[in-house]
């Protein structure tokens, strides 16, 4: 953020919350970093946008060519209080002036203790809980393997079709999409194990016949008694904004409880109110042991937590967790800012109401149009799947040319799904309805100017 001013609502009353297209897009500035880009930056990680940033707030993202665009993607459902929300702002500038790091574990600090205890009040149950932070979602996920496996002295690890973990060796392997995920990456980690899950659109079956097949697959080729944890996101993000079929997941933590499996509920997209409550597990009345959660956690800055039952988080020996950016203290302060704008500012129903102008206008535009075969999801975590009419088979390509031409229309919208062909909305919680109903028209309007 370029100000010298000490206001921090000085950026966003500069930025105002409209859609401007000054250039094509991407404009001469955009294409000129392209170019600096392709010699410098690995092809290796690409954008889905093809504009260059330059500053952020509320919705709108403005580019270096002074095109201000229609946020509906949240940097990945980061955002959710808003880019460069101002009590983000805030805290963090006043913690870099104080001081930028010391490590947890050498010279700990109170922001830390207090993002504990504030995941302790939030995550689903009220049993004694204690956090562990890190710095990126793979990172947490990793640490409640680690947990799982010392609390439970058992090796295998069950995660499940359309799943995303991350991009370590681990979380990789864990993830299920060969292609770009894995692809050259191998060997993988051992003792992680697949299941089918819920996938109501595509397999038909109620939660209670989806839960049979999984119990099923891990009884037969895992074994209960060898299962540390099953990891699963609550509503499947990457793999295409699945919601579980009701009753799935509520039967999973049953027979998890059952069998002495733990349940690891991966809420690194879905929580912090994105899904219209605090944690998406809680739409099914499931506790989970142990959560792990970033991107919504801090407004932007780099922080990861798991936070689970005391008795497992603390049957790891000491320094047996930790990292040296773990909790970083410019990321607590935003954390502690970003929690305090989801409940003061009930982000929790800023969701809910998306989630209602959003889901009308996407079922009303099914109904006129065949190749959205499902619209799905809650709160700002919403989908639609694009499929042939014909044959029902998913359409990659018609969906990237939507969402390009939404793009080159000033619209920041991701696509998502094992077959790619979902298109996934994460606009920030904060978005007003009159931007988020102009950046759903232009996609609705992208889709139907294409020839179908
Ligand atoms: C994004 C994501 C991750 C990985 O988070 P990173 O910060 O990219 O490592 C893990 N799990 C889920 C459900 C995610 O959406």
């Given amino acids: 953020m370029v100000s010298t001013s000490t206001s921090t609502s000085t950026a966003h009353e500069a930025l105002a919350q409209r859609r401007v297209l000054r250039t094509a897009i991407p404009g001469p500035r955009s294409l000129a970093l392209a170019e600096r880009r392709a010699v410098a930056v690995s092809a290796a990680v690409a954008s889905t946008m093809p504009v260059y940033a330059a500053r952020?707030?509320?919705?709108?993202?403005e580019d270096v060519d002074g095109n201000v665009l229609i946020d509906l993607g949240s940097g990945i459902a980061v955002t959710s209080v808003g880019n460069a929300a101002p009590r983000v702002v805030e805290a963090v500038r006043a913690q870099v002036e104080a001081f930028t790091h010391?490590?947890?574990?050498?010279?700990?600090?109170?922001s830390y203790v207090a993002v504990a205890e504030e995941l302790a009040r939030l995550t689903p149950g009220d049993h004694?809980?204690?956090?562990?932070?890190?710095?990126?979602?793979?990172?947490?996920?990793?640490?409640a393997v680690k947990v799982a496996r010392a609390a439970?002295?058992?090796p295998a690890v069950v995660v499940v079709d359309h799943a995303y973990h991350g991009r370590?060796?681990?979380?990789m392997t864990m993830t299920a999409k060969v292609a770009p995920y894995k692809q050259?990456?191998?060997?993988?980690?051992?003792?992680?194990?697949r299941a089918s899950a819920s996938y109501p659109f595509r397999d038909g079956l109620t939660?209670?016949?989806?839960?049979?097949?999984?119990v099923a697959t891990i009884t037969t080729q895992v074994g209960a008694a060898n299962v540390a944890a099953v990891v699963i996101e609550p509503i499947q993000g990457e793999g295409g904004f699945i919601v579980p079929a009701p009753g799935f997941l509520a039967g999973l933590a049953r027979w998890c409880r059952d069998h002495g499996v733990l349940l690891v509920a991966d809420e690194v997209q879905t929580g912090f109110a994105r899904t219209g409550a605090m944690f998406a597990c809680e739409h099914e009345g499931v506790v989970p042991d142990l959560v792990t959660m970033a991107k919504g956690i801090a407004g932007g800055l780099p922080l990861s937590a798991m936070t689970g039952r005391a008795e497992l988080m603390d049957a790891v020996g000491p320094g047996g967790l930790g990292g040296t950016y773990g909790g970083n203290p410019l990321a607590c302060a935003a954390a502690l800012a970003a929690l305090r704008t989801y409940e003061e500012d009930d982000l929790v129903g800023a969701a809910r109401a998306i989630e209602r102008l959003v889901l009308d206008r996407l079922r009303a535009a099914q109904a006129g149009d065949p190749r959205i075969g499902d619209v799905r999801g809650r709160g700002a975590m919403l989908a639609v799947e694009i499929v042939d009419p014909i044959t029902g088979a998913p359409d990659a390509a018609l969906t990237r040319a939507v969402a390009q031409a939404a793009h080159r229309a000033g619209v920041i919208v991701l696509t998502c799904g094992t077959d790619g062909n979902v298109l996934r909305l994460l606009p920030p919680l904060t978005i007003g309805p009159d931007l988020l109903a102009e950046g759903l028209d232009v996609v609705l309007d992208a889709l139907a100017a294409q020839p179908g």
């Fill in 184 to 193: 050259g990456f191998g060997p993988f980690a051992p003792e992680v194990y």
């Fill in 56 to 61: 952020a707030g509320g919705g709108v993202v």
């Fill in 168 to 171: 370590t060796t681990l979380t």
């Fill in 102 to 110: 010391t490590c947890f574990m050498v010279t700990p600090y109170e």
């Fill in 128 to 143: 004694a809980k204690r956090t562990a932070l890190f710095t990126s979602g793979a990172e947490a996920v990793e640490n």
């Fill in 152 to 154: 439970t002295g058992r």
């Fill in 207 to 214: 939660g209670e016949e989806a839960l049979a097949r999984t």
